[in-house]
């Protein structure tokens, strides 16, 4: 598989199978991982992979804490606006939409967002973390390094879904794998194989033309 096919390929996976991947395929992937770029070479990122009984008993005191607690970031600004807005809402309708869920049952909305602190089923869990000193310049970097983890997962075979759903249980996940009190969680990412007879893992998020957010200047 070369890049291109890794790119179209990798998808937001929101059901899982059961089977762990072998530790040794985990670290090669987050070893290799490690080449992303960062500015200066500074390397922010900080990864913790979960599986096992540390994973349950992290899944277990989520699920005892529905309402999670204070997020140290936000993860979307307040009053998000167009058009930021429109393709947010229109993710969420599509995505609910893929599982027959309509947009008035209300309850079935909100155990599906539950999901997110199951991974979705998935039996790997990784939490990426930065000092919390660090800048928006090193949360890109951190950010490139995520996609390259996802781009190598899916070369090997596996499936990932990225989650700043775990931005809301700093404290829960800080104390299970034992983050560095000067260190802030900025995302979770589930890792698996895909269940492919889940309706919800048909979903591909749609993406603007070309034309809306890029231009081509002094090209012959």
Same mark, same amino acid.
């Given at each position: 598989?070369?890049?291109?096919?890794?790119?179209?390929?990798?998808?937001?996976?929101?059901?899982?199978?059961?089977?762990?991947?072998?530790?040794?395929?985990?670290?090669?992937?987050?070893?290799?991982?490690?080449?992303?770029?960062?500015?200066?070479?500074?390397?922010?990122?900080?990864?913790?992979?979960l599986?096992?009984?540390?994973?349950?008993?992290?899944?277990?005191?989520?699920?005892?804490?529905?309402?999670?607690?204070?997020?140290?970031y936000?993860?979307? +600004?307040?009053s998000?606006?167009?058009?930021?807005?429109?393709?947010?809402?229109? /993710? %969420? @309708?599509?995505?609910? !939409?893929?599982? =027959?869920? +309509?947009?008035?049952?209300?309850?079935?909305?909100?155990?599906?967002?539950?999901? /997110? %602190? @199951?991974?979705?089923? !998935?039996?790997? =869990?990784?939490?990426?973390?930065?000092?919390?000193?660090?800048g928006?310049p090193?949360?890109?970097?951190?950010?490139?390094?995520?996609?390259?983890?996802?781009?190598?997962?899916?070369?090997?075979?596996?499936?990932?879904?990225?989650?700043?759903?775990?931005?809301?249980?700093?404290?829960?996940?800080?104390?299970?794998?034992?983050m560095?009190?000067?260190?802030m969680?900025?995302?979770?990412?589930?890792?698996?194989w895909?269940?492919?007879?889940?309706?919800?893992?048909?979903?591909?998020?749609?993406?603007?033309?070309?034309?809306?957010?890029?231009?081509?200047?002094?090209?012959?």
């Amino acid at each position: 598989m070369n890049v291109t096919e890794a790119v179209a390929k990798r998808i937001s996976i929101r059901a899982f199978k059961p089977e762990t991947p072998p530790a040794a395929t985990v670290r090669e992937i987050l070893e290799l991982a490690a080449r992303a770029p960062s500015g200066g070479n500074l390397q922010p990122w900080r990864v913790y992979a979960l599986a096992g009984e540390p994973l349950a008993q992290l899944k277990a005191k989520v699920a005892a804490n529905p309402f999670g607690e204070t997020p140290e970031y936000d993860v979307y +600004p307040p009053s998000l606006w167009d058009p930021f807005r429109t393709r947010r809402f229109q /993710n %969420g @309708e599509d995505l609910y !939409a893929s599982i =027959g869920i +309509p947009r008035e049952d209300k309850p079935a909305r909100l155990r599906q967002l539950a999901k /997110n %602190g @199951e991974l979705f089923g !998935a039996p790997v =869990g990784l939490f990426f973390c930065l000092d919390r000193k660090l800048g928006p310049p090193q949360w890109s970097d951190l950010g490139m390094y995520m996609q390259t983890v996802m781009l190598l997962a899916t070369e090997r075979g596996l499936d990932t879904c990225a989650q700043e759903y775990w931005a809301r249980y700093p404290k829960t996940v800080g104390d299970i794998i034992g983050m560095p009190q000067d260190h802030m969680l900025f995302a979770g990412m589930a890792l698996g194989w895909r269940d492919d007879t889940h309706a919800i893992n048909t979903l591909r998020s749609a993406r603007d033309p070309f034309e809306v957010w890029a231009d081509l200047k002094g090209f012959d």
